[in-house]
C-alpha cells in the first residue's frame, strides 16, 4: 500500500512527510514531489489617499468601499476574503446598500451558513454567474473556480502562507497572472502589505507545527478499536508508536490509558459511565452496545461552541451562530445573519426561529474564536520593515505613503530601529497607560502582557486593565508604576517564566477550558444525540467538574496534564514568549513619555474599547470622536 | 520510450483533452510507477488531483492490461481524504470523468457526514474502488464490525491538503488511521506467504 500526501507550499514540508509517513517510514522509498510553477502574482496594496486622515484604528476597512469597488467593476470575477464571519457580513450588507445595482451578482460564503446555500453560490461561481462574493477561510480550499480573475484581501491575512493560498485563488489558466489586493482596516496596517510582498517573494512561509501526544485522541482511537473487532494491547502499542505522534508514549502512559478506558482511572472508577472497555482473554473489547452506539455519535475531534440553527417560521434553514450570541436576543430584536435582517421570534430546540426584518439596523451575528494572530514570520518580517523606515531606507510604495504617521510618530514618540525597544507612557482621564511595542502578534502579547502586569505588581500592587492589538499591548492603572524600577528588576527577564506564567494568567482558568475540549474527544461527556444536543451550559458544568476531581484526587492524570501543555504551547506560545524576551533583553529600551496616544499607541487603546463595548457601531462612533480630537492638534 | 500500457493510455488521454502534461506531473508518473510514497507539493488550480489520480490509474491498467474496462468489483483500490467534505463533490465529479473516457466501468464513491445510513451499508457491503472520506470518516470505518474487510484490496491512500490537516488533531486521527492500514496490509501479506509456503 502506498501513501501520499498533497500539500501546499509550507515552512516545514520535510517535516509534512515525516509525519505522513510515520517513524519508520524507509527513507529509501519516500519521495517529494514539487511542482514548482511559478505562477505569476500581481499584489496590489490599496493605498488611503490620506494616511494621516485615514482612520488609525478602524478595524473594517469599510472606508477604502469605492476604491475596492472599482476593483470589482474593472474584474471579470472577484473574491473578497475577510478574516471573520462577522466582518463578511458587515462587507456584504454594505455593498449592496451603496451598490444596489449589485444584487443578484453578489453572494456571500462563510462557514456557518447552510450547506445548500454554501453549494449555490460554489455552483454559481463556476457558472459565471456572480460577479462578486465576499467570503472567510471558507473558500480558502478546494477547486478553482475558473471565472475568478481578483482577489481582494480586507485587513491582515496574518501570514505569508494563507495570502499565497488566497492570491492563488485567480487566474486559473497556467499563463494567467493571480491578481490580488491588499486593503488595509487602518493606516498602520499598510505597512504588512509590504511584509507581504517581501515574505512572498522571498517564500517566507509559515510552519504547521505537528500535535504530540495528544492523549484525548488516542484514548477516542483505543475505544473505537475496542468498539469494532476489539485490539490486543502490545501489538496496538506497538502500532501507536510507529505514528510521528506517538513515538515518544510510554509504556507507562499507554497502561494509564489503558486503566482509564476500563476502569475510569483512579478517580472515576466508582462511576460505571466510565466503565467502557472489558478485557476478555487479553481482547480489550466493548461489549455494551448502548456504549458502542454513543462512542459511535460522539466521535471526532472537531469541538467548538454549540451551534444553533437558524430558521425561518415559514421554513427554510438559514445556517447556524452561536448559542451565546442567540442568547443575548430577545424576541422582535433584529440581527444581520447570511445577509438579511432578520428579527428574532424565539428559540426552541436549539433552533432560532426568525422572521424577515424591514429594520435597517440590527446587531452582526458574531462568531467567538475567528481572531487569529499574526504568525511569527510575518512579525518578522514587519520589524525589518520598520527598521528600514528607521533607518530612512524605505522604498515600498505602503511605506513611503505612511510617511506622514511615521512623522508624526517621531514628532511625539520615537520610531523604533532593530535594536531598540520602545515604551510609552501617558496619562489620561482614565489613568497611566504603558504602552509597550514588540511587534510579535496578538497572542504572544496576550502573555507578555500578564508577565508584566504581574511582575510590575511585585513591586506595587495596583489593577491593571489590558488591551493588545499585533504590533503591542496596553497597561492601564490608576497610579503611576515604577516602570524603571521594574525594568531594572528583570522585568524582561526570561527567568522563573513558568513559574511568573502561572501567577499571572490564571493557568488553571485556562487549563480549564482547554479541558472541555479534551473532555469531548475523550469521550469523558456526552454531546447528545443527533438533533438533541445537549446545552453548552450543562457541558461546561460537568466538564469542569471532572476537572476539579482530576486535579484534586490524581494531578498527575495525563488528561490534565494534557491541558496544561495545550494551554502553555497553543494559547500562549510559550517557546515565542521566551524568544521575544530574549531580544527585548538584548535591546536598548528607550520609554517616551507622551502627550496623548501616538499613531503605535492609538490602535492598541481602540483594542481596549472594542472589547468593553459589545456594540461594534458605538465603538466606531468614539474613535471617530477620538479621531477628531487628536486632528485638532 | 514508455513501455507500460497504463502510462501509455494516459499520455493518450492527456492529447485527446488537448491538456499540455506539465513536468512535475511526469514526475508524479514516474515516481508512483517505481513504488514510492511520499508527498507531492502543488499549489490548488495547478492540476494537482490529475497528478495524483492518473498515475494511480496506469498502474491499475497495468496490473489488469487486458480486462481493465470489463473487470468489476475490484474492492477499495483507493481511499482519498480530504479535510472538508464540501470538497468531495467536485474531485468525485473530476475522477468520474476520467474513469468513463478510459471506459472503466467504476462508480466513484465518497462517504462523508452527509452520507446516508443505507449508501454507508452499502458502502461497507461492496466498497467502489475509489471512495473520497473525512479523517472523521475513516475512523467510523475502522469502528464497524469486520473492518479489515472492506480495506483487503487498498493500493493507495491519499491524504488532499495535507498541510490543512497537519498541527491539528484532525491531522492526528489521520496518522492514527493510517498506521492501522499500514498494519492490516502487513498483516495480509505476512499471512499470505505463510500460505504459499
New interface residues.
Partial sequence: ??????????GN?EQ??Q????AN?PEE?????????A?KLDIQSIIPENVEKYSWAGHIGLKLLPEVMQIVADSKTTLIFTNTRAQSEIWYHAILDSYPEYAGVIAMHHGSLD?EL??WV?QALHAAILKVVVCTSSLD????FRPVDTVIQIGSPKGV?RF??RA??SG?S?DATSKAYFVPTHSLELLEGAALKYGIKNEIFES????LL?Y???IQ?LV??A???GFKAE?TYK??I????YADLTRKEFHELLEFITRGGKSLSAYDEFLKVEIEEGLFKVNDKRVAMR??LS????TGDVNVRVKFQSGGSLGSVEEGFIARLKAGDTFWFAGRSLEFIQLKEMTAYVKISKKKKGQIASWAGSRMPLSSQLSAVFREKLDEVSMGLEEDEEIVALRPLFERQMQQSHLPNKFEFLIEKVETRDGFHYFFFPFEGRLVHEGLSSLFAYRMTKLKSATFSIAMNDYGFELLTDEEMPLELAIEDGLFSDKHLLDDIQHSLNANEMARRKFRDIAH?AGLVFTGYPGKPMKNKHLQSSTSLLFDVFNEYESDNLLVRQAYNEALAFQLEEFRMRAALQRIQGQKHIIKTTDGPSPFAFPVMVDRLSREKLSTETVEDRVARMVRNLEKD | MINNKGEKIIQNWYKTKKWQQFPFQQEMMDSYLSGFSGLLNAPTGSGKTFAMFLPFLADYINQHPDDYQHKKNNGLQLLWITPLRALTNDIQKAMQSVVDDLGIPWKIGARTGDTSAADKQAIKRKPPEVLLTTPESLHLMIAQKEYPKTFEQLQLVVIDEWHELLGTKRGVQVELGLSRLKSLKQKAKSEKQALSF
Avoid: C
Fill in positions: 500500500m502506498k501513501i501520499w500526501g498533497i500539500s501546499a507550499t509550507i514540508l509534512a512527510v509525519v505522513l509517513l510515520g517510514f522509498k519516500t519521495k517529494m514531489v514539487r511542482a514548482k510553477i505562477k450547506n454554501r453549494s460554489e480550499l478546494g477547486v478553482d502562507a499565497m493560498q492563488g485563488r486559473h497556467p504547521r507545527d505537528p500535535i495528544a484525548d485522541v488516542l482511537y473505537t478499536l468498539v469494532s473487532d501489538a502500532e501507536i510507529s505514528t510521528f505522534a462512542h459511535r466521535m471526532g475531534t472537531i474527544i
